[in-house]
């Protein structure tokens, strides 16, 4: 396929809203008054005839599946927490190498409300179309790979950060879905309706524990562990400093993918300060529910320089059996991005430094990082 034409299909067809029902995706609109501006108005009127077809599709996965998904038994999920570019992405990677567990791919992610119905036929064309490695960082991207499941919570509920990327300007307005702190108890019974529908509806597909990785879930431990009490944890965590400029780097990248209308990134300095200080104010409060021995805490900087020490550690930590099976596989995949290179990123200027050094103090303090 044309370079110009693949590019254009990942830049308005793969939208993280792709997955939208039509009334779900005009609440939006109306939300902010229809306004898009005109250079994304072909991704607008992409997404309201993909949100057409999603629900002429819907309803027929509905008629189709309704009793097995509800009566799907979602088995005790493993959840992959820590901030943005913090090396979740390599740990889910990592993880759900073993075939014990099952994750949401980045298909099923962008089509939550239609995979059961879909994606034998719709997959296989829509891997010739997107891009092959991530925007932020070269990572492998394909229909098949492991992806977040926020995706899918934000086309199912409506409510999620990620809405804020789409409407610059207008982003605090749900800065509030990250926690759900002060959110209305109706808006959260509809989250955790799209949670657990998501997640037997992933049982049904693949008939086994879940691996699911999404950032802001490290923010959501209460509201876990509500939906699932006996679910598993790891943490991963990175030098701040090294976060903050990834993330600027995610930002100043990635977000211009979403919008549907412009205006400035909203200062990216504060706006980065501000959600890692919310994300783990929430963590440090909530992580102590978590029940003794479900929670494994581990570094991004130990997984690098020794990634079968740490997988194994994960494993012994919540008491995962079949290592030893999985290990195999873990070596071939590790072998497979031997070469991987990381993004380099200028130096933080100093008085930056003291800043995030500052605001993040207890993190620098709880995990031995130097300020």
């Known amino acids: ?12 067809v793969f939208h993280p809203l792709q997955g939208m029902a039509l009334g779900d995706w005009l609440a939006l609109l109306r939300r902010h008054h229809f306004r898009v501006d005109l250079k994304h108005l072909p991704r607008a009127l992409i997404q309201t005839a993909v949100s057409t077809t999603n629900s002429v599709n819907a ?13 799907a038994e979602i088995q005790p999920p493993l959840f992959i927490l820590g901030h943005y570019r913090s090396g979740t992405t390599h740990l889910h990677n990592l993880l759900t190498l073993d075939p ?6 980045f298909y099923q992610t962008l089509n939550p409300h239609t995979f059961l119905t879909t994606e034998w036929f719709t997959a296989p064309l829509a891997s010739k179309m997107i891009a092959s490695r991530r925007y932020q960082d070269e990572m492998a991207l394909g229909v098949g790979t492991p992806s977040e499941d926020e995706f899918a919570l934000c086309a199912m509920s409506g409510l999620s950060p990620y809405l804020g990327w789409c409407f610059p300007g207008d982003g605090s307005r749900y800065d509030r879905y990250l926690t759900f702190e002060g959110v209305p108890e ?9 949670v657990v529908t998501l997640l037997k509806k992933l ?4 008939g086994r524990p879940l ?7 490290t923010a959501r431990i209460r509201l876990l562990l509500k939906l699932f009490p006996d679910a598993l944890f790891v943490h991963i965590r990175r030098d701040p400093y090294v976060v903050f400029r990834s993330t600027k780097h995610l930002i100043q990248v990635v977000q211009p993918l979403y919008h549907l209308r412009d205006g400035p990134i909203q200062d990216a300095d504060d706006r980065i300060l501000s959600v890692y200080t ?28 020794d990634p079968r020490y740490v997988v194994g550690s994960i ?15 873990l070596e071939t995949y590790l072998k497979s991005i031997a070469d991987y290179r990381k993004n380099r990123h200028e130096e933080l200027p100093e008085p930056l430094r003291h800043k995030i050094a500052n605001e993040w103090g207890r993190s620098f303090d709880m995990w031995g990082y130097e300020r």
């Open 1 to 12: 396929m044309h370079a110009r034409l693949k590019d254009f299909i990942a830049r308005h």
């Open 59 to 71: 309803r027929i996965e509905r008629l189709r599946f309704a009793k097995q998904i509800d009566a």
């Open 100 to 105: 014990q567990f099952a994750t949401p791919n």
């Open 186 to 194: 109706e808006e959260i019974v509809r989250w955790q309706h799209a």
């Open 203 to 206: 049982t049904l597909k693949h």
């Open 211 to 217: 691996v699911l990785k999404s950032p802001p879930h």
């Open 278 to 305: 919310t994300m783990y104010d929430a963590y440090f409060s909530e992580q102590d529910l978590i029940p003794e021995g479900r929670l494994c805490e581990v570094a991004f900087e130990d997984l690098e320089r």
């Open 315 to 329: 494993y012994d930590s919540l008491r995962l059996p079949h290592f030893e099976t999985m290990r195999p596989l």
